[in-house]
């Protein structure tokens, strides 16, 4: 299944920085509490969003989420704001699971916040790993957040692989959350609190999933280098919002 597999993988690839595992849990693990799942939520007219745009591709905007998580967000749109991710490459590409840039070295390496060091980015429970989900790699837990980032894909899950990884990991997924992955996919056995989800793709999720098919080799590095060739940090104009697969003839 694809929980397992991922679940070897986040050992040696995920990220390129190393993730620690859960031990399973043999006591009962609770419910979590019901609260609402904010990824898909309209920006306000003036609202600072970012365009990541990538050479031969397309453009990608995101919205952020400063009021959840600001340190996160302002690191993001500084950096955006200085050139620091121009002409950086996407240096690993997994299809059905994301897409991975922002490091200088363009190895999985390198790469530096504002504060010219690792900082804690912090987690919020309601932003989740669906499609479009926009997140910091790490070397160990969010304390380790730099520049490095990733932009979830992924295909739909069901209820059971979902109850699976709770009973596996831990992570336990509200009602709203459950129903986010069985109908637009993502990676949720990123969820639990290791990871900083702090953004979320509002228009450009089919720049996304092209991206993610590219051929790459077998460090998941693309063969043909994909470089965002610029990123910008802009005001929202209310215009419509693309969250959804379903909102692109075709995506796949």
């Known amino acids: 299944m694809r929980y397992q597999w991922f679940a070897v993988l986040t ?3 995920l990220l390129g920085t190393g993730l620690s595992g859960c031990a399973r849990k043999e006591a ?8 609402p799942v904010l990824n898909y939520t309209q920006p306000a007219q003036g609202e600072e969003i970012v365009r990541i745009s990538i050479k031969d591709y397309g453009d990608v905007t995101v919205k952020l989420f400063p009021e959840l998580l600001p340190e996160a967000c302002e690191n993001f749109k500084e950096l955006a704001k200085s050139g620091y ?5 996407f240096h690993r590409v997994m299809e059905n699971f994301m897409i991975q840039g922002g490091d200088p070295k363009g190895d999985g390496t390198g790469g530096a916040s504002i504060w010219g060091e690792k900082f804690d980015g ?3 429970e309601q932003l989740i790993h669906v499609p ?13 957040d730099g520049s490095q980032f990733y932009i979830v894909t992924g295909e739909a899950e ?3 692989k979902l109850n699976k990884i709770t009973a596996q990991g831990g992570t ?3 009602a709203q959350a459950k129903e986010y992955y069985c109908q637009y996919g993502g990676a949720p056995w990123l969820d639990g609190g290791n990871y900083t989800v702090f953004g979320q793709v509002i228009d450009g999720l089919d720049v996304v999933y092209a991206v993610s098919h590219v051929a790459t080799n077998e460090n998941n590095k693309p063969k043909k280098a994909v470089y965002i060739e610029k990123m910008t940090v ?3 104009d209310g215009s419509a919002v693309r969250f959804y697969k379903t909102d692109y003839a075709g995506l796949e």
């Open 158 to 160: 069901d209820e059971e």
């Open 234 to 236: 802009e005001q929202y």
């Open 11 to 13: 050992a040696a690839v």
């Open 172 to 174: 336990t997924f509200t």
């Open 85 to 89: 991710y121009d002409e950086l490459i």
């Open 28 to 35: 009962a693990i609770e419910a979590p509490e019901e609260k």
């Open 122 to 124: 912090g987690y919020s």
């Open 132 to 144: 479009g989900a926009l997140a910091y790699a790490n070397s160990g837990g969010t304390t380790t």
